[in-house]
């Protein structure tokens, strides 16, 4: 079979009707995809596309709006008395444009340049012979000003041609966009015929991966990875809506959908590390893993129920072991003295190769870009590299796994912004921890995967033991910086309090059984003999926990942040607002009790571990719920904020309105004392993650505080569908000033102001 037969059977395979027709713009498409694959370069498919125009219009005898024989120039036009004139520069297809409609008397005044133009045979882009559009005058399209409305939206959302986040493509995307949206005007063309159409819906269809949501107001461009949503926005559109029902209507079938959420959740789930259950060392069962727990600074702290599913680690072999393993053996301790068997355990681990094998998948079903997949294999294969090649423990190991995870994540970035970010969390965790285990450092990971306010356990045993959370992961690079954090919940930090009865002081959610006001009941709440709230009782209760917390904060000695105060001499609050702070607080519990009755007379049987159940229950509180909050913000004052939690975090407190949600007052006056009291806190240590275009991988490690303002703490009262609230959450900046937004344990990004779901 000849070139050209190949080329024609391909052809006729992708076009819709398998009969390739040169005048057919959709069909001229499907070519140029064609030899763009087959690696021929642009000026060649632009004399090609010419030439085979050419052909078609000779074999028709028909008049073309270029003749073979034209001189130069960037765009012609043939105006209504068949009079062809030649346009060059910026506004060449303007003003072609203009002379083929007539302009304003029938002719362009002296701005063409004339028959032969400038003589140049190259296009602004410097490609000789210029796109096939250069070639003569496209059809000019009848789009109704309602039609062209929604045409401009998406260049609008888009940055069409060349504003944010158009600008941020690369080039065969910005060229897929360019096809798109040409072929988006076909659609909403009036003169153009049902064939025309539908070949147009196709190609989206075909080449763009057009897909949609459930309730199809996005219009997802899946061949463009994370900018998928780039016509749409991140909430959609009913314009984007009216786009999909077009294409819709035109094929004949429903789109397929794209499930965003469940996509990066599958890929958080994947990328999590997994060392495998044989390799897990538990105290029980080895006396050197028991010592560690028992004797190292922090970890002798943890609940039971943490240590005892013990770490990660590499074991020695036992009497009936097979030859490769896995052994039975005692653990071999410390790590920093086995630094390769540790750092091979890690990088042989089957997280990467599940979220390799994932990303393939959703490939296939053009859900996710090829990059994905080719740049975590290239960081597979550049990990192994370091074992076979280089000296571990040795420092130029540990910048080789640096580099590696930073070209890794950039390529992410670059690939699919929002795949990147459902795997950040993952990534990070195992960037820090492989460098330091090839650095030579003794580090650990839990088996646990909720361990406490640790990611992984560094050092030894003794005073200079710590554990190291990475609470504070930023990825930067060219002109898209963006920043994550991932906080941590405060009721996992208060489990190192050093004092058991502030270990468990802070809930997740209001209603919380046991936590009704995000704080344990027990510290302020009082019931009569019904089981019912004892409004004077609980008010009286409540003012003596206020009085007691923050009355500790000024007998610390010396103080831990400066400025706090000595009661009696400078209280935080003074009696009137303790008490107001009391009535308003149980008034809203007891609001809240009544709500958790009504439910359970309505919905008999439905559990409040079900959405439904929560779905309910924010209809019946967001009508009483303004009220308290407004009465509460008339309460507390950005001084009191300030000098319990600290000014940088006033607005996670006050909102922009005033109001102030009562059960967040006193999660912040039991925080701000739990903070300034556990001692703890002085032996986390967090660390700050950049990476950037460049190549170098920034790392930033900061010891904790005791200081509130070197957190960001933010409230997060409200159980909602598919998210149980989370409480308080706190992020170590080391100045309180919080990331603009945040990246939760499962891989969603939440705005930091609002706490609503980001989808970048």
């Not at 970035?413 to 030579?440: M, R, V």
């Amino acid at each position: 079979m000849s070139y050209i037969d190949k080329l024609l059977n391909e052809w006729a395979y992708r076009v819709h009707d398998g009969k390739p027709n040169p005048k057919n713009n959709s069909h001229i498409w499907q070519l140029r995809d064609i030899l763009l694959e087959w690696e021929w370069d642009v000026p060649a498919i632009n004399q090609f596309v010419y030439e085979l125009r050419e052909a078609k219009r000779r074999t028709d005898g028909e008049d073309w709006e270029l003749p073979p024989d034209s001189p130069s120039g960037d765009w012609a036009g043939k105006n209504q008395q068949g009079k062809i004139e030649y346009f060059s520069g910026s506004d060449a297809k303007a003003k072609a444009i203009e002379w083929a409609q007539g302009g304003k008397d029938g002719e362009v005044e002296d701005d063409k340049t004339g028959t032969g133009g400038n003589g140049s045979e190259e296009d602004e882009t410097g490609e000789e012979g210029g796109d096939e559009e250069t070639m003569y005058l496209p059809k000019e399209r009848n789009i109704s000003k309602k039609n062209q409305k929604i045409i401009d939206s998406f260049k609008e959302k888009s940055g069409y041609p060349d504003e944010i986040p158009f600008k941020f493509l690369n080039d065969e995307q910005k060229e897929l966009m360019n096809d798109a949206m040409d072929v988006i005007e076909v659609i909403y063309d009036d003169d153009a015929s049902d064939e025309e159409k539908l070949e147009a819906a196709q190609w989206l269809i075909d080449n763009v991966g057009l897909t949609t949501n459930s309730n199809k107001k996005k219009a997802y461009f899946n061949k463009l990875g994370g900018r998928r949503k780039i016509i749409s926005g991140k909430n959609g559109t009913v314009k984007a809506r009216d786009l999909v029902e077009r294409v819709e209507a035109l094929t004949g079938t429903s789109l397929g959908t794209y499930n965003a959420k469940s996509v990066k959740q599958g890929f958080t789930n994947k990328a999590k590390p997994d060392l495998g259950e044989e390799n897990i060392v538990r105290p029980e069962d080895d006396p050197m893993v028991n010592d560690y727990f028992e004797n190292h600074e922090l970890l002798k702290r943890v609940n039971s129920r943490w240590k005892k599913q013990g770490i990660y680690g590499v074991r020695k072999k036992a009497k009936g072991d097979p030859k490769g393993g896995p052994f039975t053996g005692p653990i071999k301790m410390p790590s920093s003295d086995y630094a390769r068997e540790y750092l091979e355990l890690s990088i042989n681990n089957p997280a990467l190769q599940n979220v390799i094998d994932y990303a393939k998948e959703l490939e296939a079903d053009d859900k996710v870009d090829p990059a994905v997949a080719i740049a975590l294999e290239e960081h597979q294969t550049r990990m192994k590299d370091v074992l076979k090649n280089l000296p571990v423990p040795s420092e130029e190991a540990a910048q080789a796994i640096a580099k590696s995870y930073n070209t890794l994540m950039v390529e992410l970035h670059k690939a699919d912004p929002e795949i990147a970010n459902s795997i950040l969390k993952q990534i990070a965790e195992n960037n820090l921890y492989e460098q330091e285990i090839a650095a030579g450092e003794e580090v650990y990971l839990p088996a646990a995967g909720s361990f406490p306010a640790g990611d992984k356990l560094k050092g030894g045993t003794g005073p200079n033991g710590t554990l190291e959370r990475v609470t504070f992961v930023s990825c930067k690079w060219g002109k898209e910086g963006r920043i994550y954090g991932c906080p941590a919940n405060a009721k996992t930090i208060e489990e190192l309090h050093q004092d058991i009865k502030k270990q468990n002081n802070q809930g997740q959610y209001e209603s919380e059984p046991g936590y009704t006001l995000l704080i344990r009941d027990e510290l302020i709440r009082v019931d009569n003999k019904k089981g019912k709230i004892h409004k004077r009782k609980t008010i009286q209760k409540t003012e003596e926990f206020i009085t007691t917390t923050v009355d500790e904060i000024g007998k610390i000695d010396p103080p831990v942040v400066e400025g706090d105060a000595v009661p009696p001499n400078d209280p935080i609050f003074t009696d009137k607002e303790k008490k107001k702070i009391s009535e308003i607080t149980t008034a809203w519990m007891k609001e809240l009790e009544k709500i958790r009755d009504e439910m359970e007379r309505e919905f008999p049987g439905l559990k409040d571990s079900k959405d439904e159940y929560w779905e309910q229950f924010a209809e019946k509180r967001k009508k009483v719920e303004k009220k308290y909050m407004q009465k509460m913000g008339k309460v507390i004052t950005e001084e009191h904020v300030t000098r319990l939690i600290g000014a940088n975090n006033i607005p996670n407190v006050i909102q922009t309105d005033g109001d102030v949600k009562p059960s967040v007052v006193l999660s912040m006056i039991e925080m701000a004392n739990n903070i300034r009291t556990n001692e703890s806190l002085n032996h986390l240590e967090h660390n700050k993650q950049y990476y950037d275009e460049k190549g170098d991988p920034h790392f930033e490690t900061n010891e904790g505080t005791q200081n509130p303002n070197d957190y960001s703490i933010t409230f997060r009262p409200n159980r909602t569908k598919g998210r149980a609230g989370g409480g308080c959450q706190l992020s170590f900046t080391g100045d309180g000033t919080p990331p603009p937004v945040d990246l939760t344990p499962d891989g969603v990004l939440v705005d930091h102001e609002t706490g609503q779901e980001i989808e970048a």
